[in-house]
């Protein structure tokens, strides 16, 4: 049976919490793969078009396109590999103000595919809607770090060994030191 809108959510903002969305935990990513992989391949071959009609729906697809893959294929390039629908579903969710819908505490989401695309207008997208529309302050720090980056580099360094691209000296120097971020950090 697939999985449902519901399902994803609860399991996401209830099973699992806030206090372990951005920080490495085998299980959850274990089981992430084991619950929602099927409903992943079919939201990547563009086959959940209803959920899209409704902001629950979008939400859901928006986790299984941005942050399930992130979690479920960490370390391969196909972590990165729905991205793009998900930023173009975080643009229709946006302008249909499905972010406007849902309770405060989930909205992060609907903007993640804008703080992970490596262009600086939806980096800045993503610093404005985490500011104005999160008001929480750690979300705007990450935003902001993530901007910076995207500023100095034009890309994600830490995608590069994934992704076959060849990392210049600034990026290894940069993975190196971190910059200042957490090692407990997700950078899928």
Request: hydrophobic share 45%; with cysteine; proline share 4%.
């Amino acid at each position: 049976m697939l999985t449902d809108p519901e399902e994803i959510l609860n399991y996401w903002f209830y099973e699992v919490g806030p206090q372990h969305w951005f920080t490495p935990d085998a299980a959850v990513d274990d089981a992430i793969r084991s619950r929602f992989l099927i409903a992943h391949e079919r939201a990547a071959l563009d086959g959940l078009r209803p959920w899209e009609e409704t902001p629950e729906g979008m939400l859901a697809l928006l986790l299984l396109l941005d942050i399930f893959p992130r979690r479920m294929f960490c370390g391969t390039a196909r972590a990165y590999a729905t991205d793009e629908t998900a930023l173009d579903l975080a643009r229709q969710a946006i302008i249909h103000h499905f972010d406007d819908r849902i309770d405060i505490n989930f909205k992060l989401f609907f903007y993640l595919p804008f703080l992970h695309a490596e262009n600086s207008g939806d980096q800045r997208l993503a610093s404005f809607y985490i500011r104005e529309r999160t008001k929480t302050s750690a979300w705007v720090d990450w935003a902001n770090w993530s901007s910076a980056v995207i500023q100095r580099f034009g890309r994600f360094p830490h995608r590069n060994a994934v992704l076959g691209r060849v990392s210049t000296e600034e990026e290894i120097a940069f993975l190196e030191t971190n910059q200042g971020k957490d090692d407990n950090v997700v950078f899928c």
